[in-house]
């Protein structure tokens, strides 16, 4: 009798019944809650023919908020950039009294609803507000403007690259820097050279979520904005007033310009945390 | 270069890691800082390479202050124990790092550094790592990297933060040759930090022995082995074994003690205390000596005695196994030290901060 040679063919037999209740339920459940919608938002927006889904695209309406959305995200992802590496940074490789504090004010976005956020800047800088006043007198337009949506969208999302890049500086310490430094490189060349190609693939992801956030931003920009159509609409808000409009067709194709950029950011954040493993 | 530290001190919060440092180091000259955690060595390194600065005190190199001078201004390239190696960087661009961020004025060009770096390439042997990725390296030839980084900008002194300490034995000892050979061709003034004695012996022209932020003892390497100059650098050095003894004319004398082998020494009568290392005492069974013996355990060659006397003294011997044959647990035993140091005063005399928890010193094995 020759032994069976397969191997681990004498591992004991173990049900197979749980793990694959458990991948059938996962896989359910991500059909019902992610993939079904999704698909669906491209059925409704092309339901009624290719013609009528440009034509709803194009509607200058449409166009102008996706624009403005543009606008909006090209502003503040570099500006939340900046402030992610010198907050992470400040953070990283100083201490100093107050520094937890910093580092939960800093994280207080993510754990506030957006439209307290929104509230918050409309009390300080609205017409009856703490700066509405002193504004006016210099003609300064912040609320149901750029400006407001660009502040709100930033106070949201301030906080993703800071905590990408910060817990990669702190595991890498400081000793690298301070090697560059007694080898002669002056702050800058320590940080173009040393520390930016360090946290470069954590500094990228961080910018892409924080891209992504401050496309798909509603609650915080609804309550500033003040829903012009053609002025003040972001993409999220032009598809809620189509959807109110009874516009669904519209809505649908919005919802799906919307839903690609989505997407999009979804395969790079894919591709970027495989270069970063 | 010559290097001058004077009266230097440095608090971090309520401890004080250095309390006076005066210390001159000589052109050329390769000195080991050695001393337990937390003695101020690493701390006096950094001081050295503007990355930390003393409360008070001077340094200077050829006489001129270098405390204004900052980090980059000093150029000396500090070598870590952990490398700090640039990872996203090639080996090759690891060592011209120094070259490439001088200003464009001084800056050589691009060939010349590129011919630099392969000279140290080869004077460090290991022009084939060349193109490779630290993380591609082991520890040895990262830190043989990590010295080519230092020693391309030409430093007026090189310094190296316990260069060895995470490297197996092995590899500690062929590096420790290699580096000794490097410094003998370059002629850089050289200061390296360890806690490891027979490293700073083996490398080192001349050992500074730290403890508690002071400087215990300077010296050579067999000075400082022969001599211990305080009880700390005794202990530190493996003369573990305190005895308290009476000093009667120039003789160490104790119940149960036999120092016939011991010199005389031009020392004042009175309780003084015999440090001994556990290798240089001979047992010799006694059934009128004081100590018993209270413990017996092997490690292969020897066998390491645990023996009980009066006033709490709990000597440890170590003997070849061969003559510890006809040794029993409750047997007594009379001591015969080889070789051992004498320093005045009865026990907890000598007792200093750094060991005031620990009269058994352990810290100087890693």
Redesign the interface.
């Known amino acids: 009798m020759t032994p069976d040679q397969t191997p681990g063919a004498l591992a004991p037999k173990e049900s197979r019944l749980v793990p694959r209740l458990l991948i059938g339920a996962a896989l359910a459940l991500t059909a019902v809650f992610i993939v079904v919608p999704m698909i669906y938002i491209f059925h409704r927006a092309l339901a009624e023919g290719w013609r009528l889904y440009a034509a709803n695209i194009l509607q200058p309406d449409t166009l102008h908020a996706v624009w403005l959305t543009a606008v909006v995200a090209v502003i503040v992802v570099p500006v939340n950039i900046a402030f992610g590496i010198a907050a992470a940074w400040l953070i990283a490789r100083f201490s100093f009294p107050g520094r937890k504090a910093l580092l939960v004010l800093i994280e207080i976005p993510f754990s506030i609803s957006p439209i307290i956020a929104g509230i918050c800047y409309l009390l300080l800088y609205g017409r009856q507000g703490l700066l509405g006043p002193w504004l006016i007198a210099h003609d300064i337009k912040i609320l149901f403007a750029l400006p407001g949506i660009v502040l709100v969208t930033m106070f949201v999302t301030s906080p993703f690259v800071m905590r990408e890049v910060l817990p990669l500086m702190q595991a890498q310490g400081s000793?690298?820097e301070?090697?560059?430094?007694?080898?002669?490189?002056?702050g800058w060349?320590v940080f173009r050279?040393?520390t930016l190609?360090?946290i470069r693939w954590a500094l990228l992801y961080g910018a892409v979520l924080c891209g992504a956030r401050a496309i798909g931003e509603f609650g915080g920009v609804t309550v500033v904005s003040g829903n012009i159509r053609g002025q003040t609409n972001t993409l999220p808000l032009q598809i809620e007033l189509l959807f109110h409009d009874l516009n669904v067709t519209g809505a649908f194709a919005a919802a799906s310009t919307l839903t690609l950029i989505a997407l999009v950011v979804l395969v790079l954040k894919v591709r970027l945390e495989g270069t970063r493993g | 270069m010559t290097l001058q530290i004077s009266n230097m001190t440095r608090r971090f919060g309520p401890v004080d890691v250095l309390r006076g440092i005066d210390l001159t180091i000589g052109e050329g000259e390769l000195i080991a800082l050695l001393g337990p955690s937390g003695s101020g060595k690493t701390t006096l390194l950094k001081i050295i390479?503007?990355?930390d600065w003393p409360d008070a005190g001077g340094l200077s190199v050829q006489g001129e202050d270098w405390l204004p001078k900052?980090?980059?201004e000093?150029?000396?390239?500090?070598v870590?124990q952990?490398y700090?190696?640039?990872?996203?960087l090639k080996v090759r661009d690891n060592i011209a790092?120094?070259l490439t961020?001088?200003p464009r004025a001084q800056r050589p060009g691009k060939a010349q550094i590129a011919a630099r770096v392969e000279e140290l390439l080869h004077f460090l042997q290991i022009p084939a790592l060349a193109d490779r990725y630290p993380a591609e390296l082991s520890g040895g030839q990262r830190q043989r990297v990590a010295l080519g980084?230092?020693l391309a900008?030409s430093p007026p002194v090189l310094?190296l933060d316990e260069p060895f300490g995470a490297l197996d034995a092995q590899v500690r000892r062929d590096l420790r040759r290699w580096l000794r050979g490097v410094h003998d061709a370059t002629g850089t003034t050289t200061i390296f930090v360890t806690h490891d004695q027979e490293e700073a012996f083996e490398l080192a022209d001349r050992v500074v022995v730290m403890g508690a932020g002071r400087i215990e003892q300077t010296g050579r390497p067999d000075e400082i082995y022969d001599h211990p100059a305080t009880p700390f650098v005794a202990r530190f050095l493996g003369l573990t074994v305190e005895i308290p003894v009476t000093l009667r004319q120039g003789r160490a004398e104790a119940p149960g003690l036999d120092t016939s082998a011991l010199p005389r020494r031009a020392m004042a009568d009175g309780p003084a205390t015999l440090f001994l290392r556990p290798a240089d005492i001979t047992p010799i069974p006694d059934p009128a000596s004081p100590f018993r013996l209270t413990a017996l355990t092997t490690t292969g060659a020897t066998h390491r005695l645990v023996m009980e006397g009066p006033a709490d003294c709990r000597p440890e011997a170590e003997v070849a196994r061969r003559s510890a044959a006809a040794l029993t647990v409750g047997q007594t035993l009379r001591l015969r030290p080889e070789a051992g140091q004498i320093f005045p005063g009865g026990p907890g005399a000598q007792t200093l901060p750094a060991a005031a928890d620990n009269p058994r010193f352990k810290e100087s094995t890693p």
């Not at chain 2, 700090?84 to 996203?88: C, D, M, N, R, V």
Request: glycine letters at 10%.
């Open positions: 000793e690298q301070q090697a560059a430094l007694t080898l002669g490189a002056s060349q050279r040393v190609p360090n | 390479a503007g990355l900052t980090a980059q000093r150029r000396t390239g500090f870590f952990h700090a190696l640039f990872p996203h790092f120094g961020v001088m980084r230092a900008i310094l």
